[in-house]
């Protein structure tokens, strides 16, 4: 079965960080031992678990190649100052982001645990400030588009009043009558008999 890829970043839970810390160290101090044997290279590791807990490995002894660690690394910074000062650099940043990692943790509520209360009581009082500013630029996007569609209201009732009057004067230059054209009304003229009759009505037959 294939192992599946672990991602680098660190184990919040406190027992899977625990047993790989156990394992990886027990790898790379049995790495280092081979190292130095098989290549016949002076091989020192130091190692400080998250409780302050210290585990060591040297090929010879932890104290010399220590020393011989601070003459070399003297000599690397009097020889390219400038190397020493990126490093320095690089350091300085490296802990920023260590920093921010971890606060960034803390906001999304990972490992709290190891938090006090004042930490907590922070936490709570950034996370508050946050909230405010996301919720005031809310409220502007907001307003920003209502005040939109008010303008766009404003321009369709203007647009409509304008069609409106345009189609009334059309109606007015229809209805009107064209020049050179009259309209006569004749009513056909009706003969009306009437005759006078003294007595009594004579029987007519048809």
């Known amino acids: 079965m294939v192992r599946g890829k672990i991602q680098m970043r660190r184990i919040e839970n406190a027992t899977s960080r625990q047993v790989t810390f156990s394992k990886r160290r027990n790898g790379l101090l049995k790495k ?9 290279a002076e091989v020192a590791v130091i190692i400080f678990s998250q409780k302050g807990r210290l585990y060591e490995f040297s090929s010879s002894n932890m104290q010399s190649a220590i020393e011989r660690y601070r003459e070399h690394a003297k000599q690397v910074e009097t020889n390219n100052p400038e190397l020493e000062q990126y490093m320095q650099d690089a350091e300085s940043m490296a802990k920023k982001i260590e920093l ?8 999304l509520g990972q490992g709290l645990s190891s938090c006090s209360l004042d930490e907590i009581l922070e936490i709570d009082s950034q996370l508050e400030k946050s909230l405010k500013s996301i919720r005031a630029r809310k409220a502007q996007i907001f307003q920003e588009q209502i005040e939109e569609l008010k303008e766009r209201e404003k321009q369709l009732l203007e647009e409509n009043a304008r069609l409106s009057q345009k189609d009334t004067r059309q109606w007015q230059l229809s209805a009107q009558p064209s020049e050179g054209v009259t309209y006569s009304q004749s009513s056909p003229s009706s003969e009306v008999e009437t005759e006078l009759f003294i ?8």
């Open 199 to 206: 007595g009594l009505p004579e029987m007519r037959c048809s």
């Open 32 to 40: 280092a031992y081979e190292l130095s044997v098989l290549c016949d």
């Open 100 to 107: 921010l990692e971890v606060s960034q943790r803390k906001l």
